[in-house]
């Protein structure tokens, strides 16, 4: 046992451990203990004790759940200011360095590949175009116009016009990113990353197409993808094959070849998402709210206590985030909110029989 | 107990990890689950902090929300700053006092003359107000014999765990008069208690 046969009052105030117990019961054996084999103390401990208390007054927290709808909010706002501000609302400097820097690879990018002219593709959808490139080392979910998630890797970025045009989705990315395009047949989903063309109605896959390496890469996980190369140069050779779960393409740069391969795993740019096929079965639901968030880099809010009787048993396979949380929320007969990379759900919580 | 006791220890360490200077850079730099974090474990105390000023739970939140935008908003600029908790708690204050002298052009405020940041010695705080506390017949919490101002200090020594220094900072005050506030104070709170005890027994051998 410590010194405390000789505490005054003071110290037991200034104890930053003692303080803990008594606003949070923290250690309750060992200061239990302490009270009991300090006889003498007593009256100093409990009267150290009801001056922290007044110290404090009233002790008033607010609710999880008002304070998971506060917090998505202030993401909700401040993402949304990310995005439409974009980087050139930064300070000259900043800019600078980064034209710099864009010069610095992309000169040395366009020497070698003329690259097709993507913001005269996304222009005529006639609407406004946005582009969002993650600068975290954290995965970056961009959710787009038709639903479809795009989770970005550190440095990945993605242009899309702010609502699709009614025949066709585009849209251009660089840098490594998964997709998982929401079901449409009436309106394809075409990705122009590097030289590669890429047409879906709704499939999950992976692409890597960074700028400085000489090939560009696509291993699709769900559902039928369909790839060819936009640069018709004079080589003769495959400019256009159809990919199946598991099967990887690898487009060269200098030659504009097309090669396909099987794989055992779709896993080509190292994120849990590519392998994780979220099966659940009578999982607790905040389990399963953490895989999303793991998968999406997304928060999602909820109140745990509420839902912790709320198992889920399900499958849920390459559709898009928002449709995840759908299925989900159906389930445990809850509601959500999503707003860019923060969910907010409210439940009432469930009933044992689940 | 065991498990309860052991998720609160998690909580706490994390806590402190959370302050450290790496993760701030990182907020400033814009990484967005950062400042999430910083908005989860800040919100509570803050607004626990902002009970002090006003009752009016509605305008503390608001005051809150609107402080992490701004913090968001110039954080390219906040780089310098190294407490960070210190820094929320002293942002806030501003705000509140600022909202609250506002509405009070329409209502009766006479209080928040106390927040005023005048360098009046604690020791004439204590003498004046000892003289409240005697004409005063209730005294129920002692808390509420001390001016508002040493209540603060107090409140943001113990409850909050800030260093005199940070306090400092907050309240606009010296460290020694920090330090004065925090010393008198429990002197003061003592003295009631034994007071109280006092009365009690009096009062218990009244009866008997």
């Not at chain 1, 999880?64 to 300070?91: C, H, P, V």
């Not at chain 1, 600068?135 to 699709?164: M, R």
């Not at chain 2, 739970?57 to 968001?72: A, P, S, V, Y």
């Not at chain 2, 907050?170 to 006092?198: C, D, F, P, S």
């Amino acid at each position: 046992m410590n010194n405390y046969k000789n505490f005054e009052l003071k110290d037991w105030v200034e104890d930053p451990g003692f303080r803990r117990w008594v606003y949070r019961g923290e250690d309750d054996a060992y200061w239990t203990s302490v009270l009991k084999n300090t006889p003498l103390q007593a009256e100093n401990i409990e009267q150290a004790r009801e001056i922290l208390l007044m110290v404090r007054g009233e002790a008033d927290e607010i609710p999880e759940q008002e304070l998971a709808s506060r917090k998505a909010n202030i993401l909700d706002y401040i993402s949304q200011e990310t995005q439409i501000r974009s980087w050139w609302r930064r300070s000259w400097l900043q800019v600078a360095a980064v034209l710099l820097l864009t010069m610095g690879f992309g000169g040395y990018y366009y020497k070698r590949h003329s690259q097709p002219p993507y913001n005269a593709v996304l222009a005529q959808s006639g609407s406004r175009i946005i582009e969002i490139v993650n600068t975290n080392e954290a995965v970056k979910l961009v959710t787009l116009p038709d639903g479809s998630s795009v989770i970005l890797k550190k440095a990945a970025k993605i242009s899309y016009p702010a609502s699709f045009a009614t025949d066709k989705r585009e849209v251009v990315m660089l840098g490594e990113a998964f997709f998982e395009v929401q079901k449409n047949p009436e309106q394809p989903f075409f990705i122009y990353a590097g030289e590669m063309l890429t047409q879906v109605t709704g499939t999950s896959f992976s692409i890597k197409a960074n700028a400085a390496d000489k090939q560009v890469q696509l291993v699709v996980k769900t559902g039928v993808v369909d790839i060819s190369v936009i640069r018709a140069g004079n080589e003769a050779g495959n400019r256009h094959v159809i990919l199946n779960p598991n099967q990887l393409v690898t487009l060269d740069r200098n030659s504009s070849q097309l090669a396909k391969k099987d794989v055992d795993e779709p896993v080509l740019i190292g994120l849990p998402i590519e392998s994780q096929y979220f099966k659940f079965k009578k999982t607790p639901v905040k389990d399963v709210f953490l895989a999303l968030e793991q998968a999406y880099g997304v928060h999602i809010h909820f109140d745990k206590q509420v839902t912790s009787r709320c198992n889920i048993t399900a499958k849920l396979g390459d559709e898009p985030i928002r449709e995840k949380m759908q299925m989900i929320c159906e389930v445990i007969g809850a509601k959500f909110e999503m707003q860019d990379n923060a969910i907010a759900v409210f439940s009432n919580g469930c009933d044992i029989t689940d | 107990m065991e498990v309860l006791s052991r998720t609160c220890v998690k909580q706490a360490d994390n806590f402190n990890a959370f302050y450290s200077p790496e993760y701030w850079l990182q907020i400033c730099e814009g990484n967005i689950t950062a400042f999430g974090e910083l908005v989860d474990h800040n919100f509570n105390p803050l607004y626990h902090y902002g009970t002090r000023f006003t009752p009016d739970k509605g305008l503390i939140k608001d005051c809150i929300q609107d402080l992490f935008l701004e913090i968001w908003e110039k954080r390219a600029k906040l780089t310098h700053i190294v407490s960070i908790k210190a820094y929320l708690f002293q942002s806030l204050r501003n705000n509140l006092i600022t909202r609250i002298k506002k509405q009070s052009r329409f209502s009766d405020f006479s209080e928040n003359e106390e927040f005023a940041s005048q360098d009046d010695s604690p020791e004439l705080a204590w003498i004046t107000d000892e003289t409240d506390a005697l004409t005063s017949s209730r005294l129920e919490t002692g808390i509420e014999m001390l001016p508002k101002r040493q209540r603060e200090a107090l409140y943001l020594k113990y409850y909050q765990d800030l260093s005199n220094e940070e306090i400092a900072g907050i309240m606009g005050l010296q460290k020694q008069a920090v330090a004065n506030y925090i010393h008198y104070g429990i002197l003061k709170l003592r003295e009631y208690w034994k007071y109280k005890t006092i009365l009690l027994a009096m009062i218990i051998d009244y009866i008997n």
